[in-house]
């Protein structure tokens, strides 16, 4: 049935199982809390909930009155760019008692609370299930003392549900918590600028980042950021570690690196167990190579505004959270998390005890188990990461020569791309060469060979080093192809880029039996912005793309302050949605227009009737984004004239392009990992896959694994000539952009 609420049409919960909610951030504050709490809110009025947000976390359920207020749609207003959280957090040392605990409940039920949605950290989740478990109990003590009437003999139980808040990355049942990318932003942009300080004064910089018990940032940032090496705690250091940390990093400066880059993280342990300090490091490094530096980071990797992930996941979360409690018969304690680009549930009691056990195991020096339990993805980046920051390849250059391409248009985390194939692929002894300009200079034989010191700071540049075009290879192309590739002697190929690549290599692939020296094991790794390739939830580029456009939004949002405005933002993407979707989830846009829906005459007309009553009642801004190629007809010129005619005097409509700034800028630190992974991937299906079935494979991310198959199997998900997927995952989240809004 459906309900009014402000203005706003809601639906009555499926079941009357749940009557009041509440909302809470516990712990320590992580980018993208306030996000969740935006999602948990409005989607809980949306589905008929009265909603109650919490403040101080846990200590501001045991003090009651004021710190726990009523929520309404607008309470969560514009609070998707701001880092923090509106409810704050705390620490409460009452709370660990069964008294405070008893006062918590007594608060929560006396406001008819009788669900809990907790974002934090495994101690915020552990409280909590504490307090599912007593809760029967402590009310009845409560009753008993006279401190609260209760209605219902026995009471009605406490449903709770967490949401893995935690810049660390270090909550079992998620592949990624709430925060930790923005925080590899904060670490990755300082490592950037550290650098070239660094490359002046041919100094070594030491930088220490958060995580006591997990390695991620550390391991996920010297990744990302090109560093030299890397110190976590899940990995155990043997008695000469400090040894081979300074030959690797002195073989590296022999080799003309101008500078060394080591990433530690504040929980890393010497041999014996005790903690490892930053100056220890320094002191040995200083020795052997000089001028050394720290840099603790600290508290700055909490801060400023959240990632567009951090908003995406949070959201996701957030509105996955209320949606079990309402939908799921007698739910149980659990906590959303991201698995495979899956939203599960896992319950909490195996998300608290899976957590405490790795640190256990750290504690105990059991390395090996502690890695396992990390999973599959942390240890072969670990992986990675070895070979990239040694000084130089380990065999000799045998196996062949590997054409490394990057063509179509350019994306940003190209260059890391190239930069983990090229040092990759030579430990695995081949003989690197590099084409320049993609397809059309490779028909001009522009090749050249790319050396393990090549490569060195191309982690953090954007565009492509080697160059790109595009360029759509034809039948005649294919003899000038065969000549270039067979004077250079390639015997194998890595081709970076979009849909124009696959394309080309498709071509390719089709008329072997004319040019058959163009047979070579070739490997295509997924890179654009757009995110249309088949193989892959998500090619290199496509994150920079997001945050860009998020970020310019942000600041459209500013200019509107005295203002009543409507901005139509025009987005790339071709003829997937992908960006315009994922950056409305983002931004709290009100609409997007995207190809896969198209777009009508009445769609923009009833649009406009629904921001003329939103705009009298006292909004101020409203957002819609606009795919480029959603309709010939009514383009975004067109769309403005009409909501300029039909919205009056009620609101201004601006509309903003905003073009090529959307590839522009150092990769984001997903898509540099993306970059890493699927180019490690790419060289070893090269070295070791078994070629009689096709010459031609893609690497992709599937969920959070990297995978690969042949061009052929990959080719038939692809929509032509849309060039787009026939299913695309981010569909799914369309409805959730319309429902959650400004």
């Known amino acids: 049935m459906a309900l009014n609420h402000g203005g706003i049409a809601v639906m009555t919960p499926s079941s009357q199982a749940i009557r009041s909610l509440a909302v809470m951030t516990s712990g320590g504050d992580a980018p993208g809390m306030n996000a969740a709490i935006r999602a948990v809110v409005r989607r809980a009025i949306s589905r008929g909930l009265k909603v109650y947000g919490i403040r101080r976390g846990w200590l501001g359920a045991v003090e009651g009155g004021d710190a726990i207020v009523a929520m309404d749609w607008d309470s969560v207003g514009g609070i998707l760019q701001r880092g923090g959280t509106i ?38 989740l552990t409280g909590a299930l504490i307090l599912q478990d007593e809760w029967p109990g402590l009310l009845q003590e409560a009753a008993d003392a006279g401190e609260v009437i209760l209605h219902e003999d026995p009471p009605r139980p406490l449903r709770i549900v967490g949401l893995p808040g935690s810049i660390d990355n270090d909550t079992y049942g998620s592949d990624m918590s ?22 002046a004064h041919q100094r070594t910089f030491i930088v ?142 195996d998300v608290i005890e899976n957590s405490r056990k790795i640190v256990a195991m750290v504690d105990a020096g059991d390395y090996t188990t502690a890695l396992q339990l990390r999973g599959v993805s ?60 993609g397809f ?102 496509a994150d920079t793309a997001l945050n860009n456009i998020v970020q310019a939004v942000d600041k459209l949002k500013d200019t509107a302050a005295a203002n009543k405005r409507l901005f139509i933002v025009q987005v790339m993407g071709y003829h997937s949605g992908f960006l315009a979707v994922m950056a409305g989830l983002a931004s709290g846009a009100e609409d997007v227009f995207i190809p896969e829906e198209g777009i009508s005459l009445d769609q923009i007309v009833e649009q406009v009737k629904k921001l ?14 606009l795919n480029e190629e959603v309709s010939k007809t009514y383009d975004i010129h067109m769309i403005q004239r ?28 997903f898509d540099r990992i993306l970059a890493a992974r699927l180019a490690s991937s790419a060289v070893e299906t090269l070295a070791s896959a078994d070629w009689d079935a096709s010459p031609v ?18 080719l038939t998900e692809m929509a032509w000539p849309l060039e787009r997927p026939k299913d695309a995952w981010f569909m799914e989240y369309l409805e959730l952009v319309r429902t959650l809004e400004i």
């Open 87 to 124: 409810l704050g957090t705390a620490r409460c040392r009452r709370f660990r008692t069964r008294e405070g605990r008893r006062q918590a409940a007594v608060n929560l039920y006396t406001q008819d609370i009788d669900a809990l949605v907790v974002i934090g950290g495994d101690g915020s």
């Open 178 to 199: 709430i925060g930790a990318d923005t925080a590899l932003h904060r670490i990755v942009t300082a490592a950037d600028q550290l650098t070239s300080t660094a490359s």
């Open 208 to 349: 220490e980042v958060m995580g006591r018990n997990c390695g991620y940032l550390a391991l996920a940032g010297g990744l990302a950021s090109g560093a030299h090496w890397v110190i976590i705690p899940e990995e155990g250091l043997d008695a000469r570690w400090h040894q081979r940390m300074v030959k690797s990093l002195l073989r590296g400066r022999q080799a003309g690196r101008q500078h060394a880059l080591v990433i530690m993280a504040e929980g890393a342990r010497h041999p014996d167990g005790l903690p490892l300090e930053a100056d220890i490091v320094k002191g040995l490094l200083e020795k052997q190579l000089g001028e050394t530096r720290i840099t603790v980071l600290g508290h700055v990797q909490r801060g400023g505004s959240p990632s567009a992930f951090d908003r995406i996941l949070s959201m996701i979360l957030g509105a996955a959270a209320v949606d079990y409690l309402l939908d799921t018969k007698d739910p149980q304690p659990v906590m959303m998390g991201l698995r495979e680009n899956q939203v599960v549930a896992t319950p909490l009691h």
């Open 378 to 437: 942390f240890r072969s980046q670990l992986q990675v990461l070895k070979t990239l920051t040694a000084p130089g390849p380990m065999q000799e250059l045998n196996q062949g020569n590997l054409l490394i391409l990057t063509a179509g248009h350019d994306a940003p985390g190209m260059n890391a791309a190239v930069r983990v194939a090229t040092r990759m692929a030579m430990d695995r002894g081949f003989r690197v060469l590099g084409g320049e300009y």
């Open 440 to 541: 059309e200079g490779l028909l001009e034989g522009r090749i050249r060979e790319l050396r393990w010191m090549d490569v060195t700071g191309w982690a953090s540049r954007g565009g492509s080093e080697l160059g790109t075009s595009f360029y759509t290879l034809q039948e005649q192309d294919l003899v000038t192809l065969e000549k270039v590739l067979t004077s250079h002697e390639i015997s194998h190929m890595l081709i970076i880029g979009g849909t124009s690549v696959y394309r080309n290599a498709n071509l390719i692939l089709s008329r072997l039996h004319a040019h058959p020296r163009l047979r070579m094991p070739t490997v295509l790794v997924p890179a654009t912005i757009n995110n249309n390739v088949p193989g892959t939830d998500f090619a290199i580029g």
């Open 612 to 625: 003329r009553v939103s705009f009298a009642r006292g909004r101020r801004l409203s957002i819609i984004i």
């Open 642 to 669: 009409i909501m300029e005619r039909e919205g009056g005097d009620l609101f201004d409509v601006r509309s903003i392009i905003l073009g090529h700034i959307q590839r522009g800028g150092a990769p984001t630190p």
């Open 697 to 714: 494979r893609v690497v992709g991310l599937r969920g959070n694994q990297i995978r690969s198959e042949s061009l052929e199997s990959a």
